[in-house]
């Protein structure tokens, strides 16, 4: 049985709570993943991925890790997450079905990656920078 998950990706704004779905107009792009979306598996996996990222506006020469705003950091996920045919898909913002997880990548010029983690009851379960999803999730039974 697959365990359905969504990772939105949202830029990070003063005042809005990691830990409350934003409106969908907020969303940038939304990833839908088909198996293994519990938060030691794809939350690990992305957390793993995403840390140590700088989002900036505008590419210099020498930076690694770098992403050039949210679409860029959206794309360079997808780049990574995808080997072939199936398991990931891109969805329209608001998009949902059953999934067990919702993930979202809060980020912003400047400012490290955040990630918030729902539960299928919309339960928010998780809200913190990738090194800290490692350290809770990365031993947990599936």
């Not at 779905?21 to 198996?35: A, C, F, T």
Request: some cysteine; proline content about 4%.
């Amino acid at each position: 049985m697959a365990t359905r998950a969504l990772i939105n990706f949202v830029d990070r704004e003063d005042g809005v709570s990691f830990s409350e779905h934003p409106g969908v107009d907020k969303i940038h792009v939304q990833i839908y993943n088909h198996y293994d979306g519990y938060p030691s598996g794809l939350g690990v996996t992305l957390a793993d991925y995403l840390q140590d990222f700088t989002v900036v506006n505008g590419l210099s020469i020498g930076q690694k890790k770098v992403a050039n705003g949210v679409g860029c950091l959206a794309a360079q996920t997808v780049q990574y997450l995808k080997d072939g045919p199936g398991q990931i898909y891109l969805y329209k913002p608001g998009e949902r079905d059953w999934e067990d997880y919702e993930y979202f990548i809060w980020c912003k010029e400047g400012h490290g990656v955040w990630i918030s983690i729902f539960d299928y009851n919309d339960n928010c379960i998780f809200v913190g920078k990738p090194d800290k999803l490692i350290t809770k999730f990365e031993y947990e039974d599936r």
